[in-house]
């Protein structure tokens, strides 16, 4: 079956920290790769998404995610993180070919402190 | 514009009673899913429907559970005989078409199901 796995479920930073999450997806068909990002309270929201072309994609508020075939990953990254970059952030996959639904990581839990 | 409009934000429901949940998509968009987020599990699937029709239901428990996205109103997904594992956030999504050209979801804000 299916799967996306997200290596930490509880990351905390300071500010300006590096970040880096991790995602690793199942599949070994053609993919759809999204990041999506739930801040306290909120609904998700669409950071980024790959379908095809330039494996490095760039999304809202500074974000990038690297799709590295040979490895099933789609890591998200951000040089330099700050407090109000505190939230909950999912990895989700659709496959492209006959699969409708996107199935979702467990999702990781960033904290920064201020 | 609006967006994926979701109500109520939250229910409370006693033991044994029916929960419904409405999802109205984004203007444009005739794809819904809906989603079950527990605590550290992430969101599960649950249903896809189109206008009218239940395109996957995989992920919809086979009793007590029921989804519908009639020709006119919003989609509505409805627990029967809520237990105290229902207790969950439901998340809904629409995108303007599925399969090969997924763009992207757009979510509502939820309704947080509390069974007591």
């Known amino acids: ?29 053609t993919v759809n790769l999204f990041w999506y990002v ?19 994609v760039k999304g809202i508020k500074g974000f990038e995610a690297e799709f590295i075939k040979s490895k099933f990953s789609f890591n998200l990254r951000k040089p330099s993180v700050q407090w109000s970059d505190t939230a909950e952030y999912f990895c989700a996959v659709t496959r492209n070919t006959g699969g409708f639904k996107t199935i979702f990581g467990a999702g990781t839990r960033l904290f920064v402190k201020a | ?37 527990l605590p550290e599990e992430g969101l599960k699937f649950m249903v896809y429907l189109q206008k009218e029709n239940i395109i996957d239901e995989s992920g919809m428990p086979k009793e007590r559970f029921s989804a519908e996205f009639p020709k006119e109103g919003p989609s509505i ?16 999504a629409s995108s303007p078409r599925g399969g090969n050209e997924d763009y992207g979801y757009t979510f509502g804000s939820g309704t947080r199901l509390t069974v007591v």
């Open chain 1, 1 to 29: 079956a299916q799967s996306v796995s997200q290596h930490n479920h509880h990351v905390i930073l300071s500010e300006a920290a590096s970040l880096e999450l991790g995602c690793n997806y199942s599949y070994g068909g």
């Open chain 1, 38 to 56: 739930q801040y306290p309270g909120q609904h998700l929201q669409l950071l980024l998404k790959y379908f095809s072309g330039d494996p490095l």
């Open chain 2, 1 to 37: 514009n609006a967006g994926v409009m979701q109500n109520p934000r939250h229910l409370v429901r006693r033991r044994g009673q029916e929960a419904r949940l409405r999802c109205s998509p984004m203007k444009g968009h005739s794809h819904v899913y809906w989603y079950r987020q």
């Open chain 2, 77 to 92: 997904l409805r627990i029967q005989q809520v237990v105290r594992g229902d207790s969950a956030a439901y998340f809904c």
